[in-house]
């Protein structure tokens, strides 16, 4: 059985690849279903780093890492997520690390502003798969459990759009 690693990229698929969504909303438990499911820790991290891109998903080779701003909060967060959780289901272009442990480390690296545009190693294609994934995602959560983000949250993601 190796349906948490599809090898096509179409989004229905790697909404497939997920698994089952929790029943109360909640990211974290979803990393850790997804961690069981796929036999590989996925670790959260938030952190407040003035450089750090909104979200990062890093591979050390034995778990996988997804880095988050610790400012971002709520649907922005959980979207923020969702979008690394889809480039690290479909395998989309990683940049090795300059020095990650045992030197076999690959990240990968979204964001805003020039920094990102430098260093982001996706096509465009593949953050419009991640956007969908992760709009697609908490919209299919968000029928199975009404209320999880407030309106101000709605909002705000409206404002501040899905970067
Ligand atoms: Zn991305």
Redesign the pocket.
């Known amino acids: 059985m190796d349906d948490a690693a599809p090898s096509s990229t179409r989004v229905e698929d790697l909404i497939q690849a997920l698994g089952p969504l929790p029943t109360a909303w909640n990211i974290e438990e979803l990393c850790l279903s997804l961690s069981t499911r796929r036999r590989r820790p996925l670790v959260l991290h938030p952190m407040n780093l003035p450089a750090l891109p909104f ?1 990062l998903w890093y591979d050390d080779g034995i778990s996988d890492h997804i880095i988050y701003r610790s400012t971002v909060m709520g649907f922005h967060r959980d979207h923020v997520i969702l ?2 959780i ?2 690290m289901l479909a395998r ?1 272009t990683q940049i090795p690390l300059a020095a990650g442990p045992g030197g076999a480390g690959r990240a ?3 964001g805003a502003g020039e920094f990102a545009a430098r260093i ?1 190693p ?1 096509t465009a294609r ?2 419009e798969t ?2 969908s994934f992760a709009t697609l995602i908490l919209e299919k959560a968000y029928r199975l459990n009404p209320a999880p983000v407030s309106a101000f949250e709605h909002r705000a993601s409206a404002v501040f759009g899905t970067a």
Request: charged share 25%; proline share 0%; glycine share 6%.
């Open positions: 979200g979008h690394e889809c480039h989309h990968s690296v979204r982001n996706y593949q953050e991640a956007e």
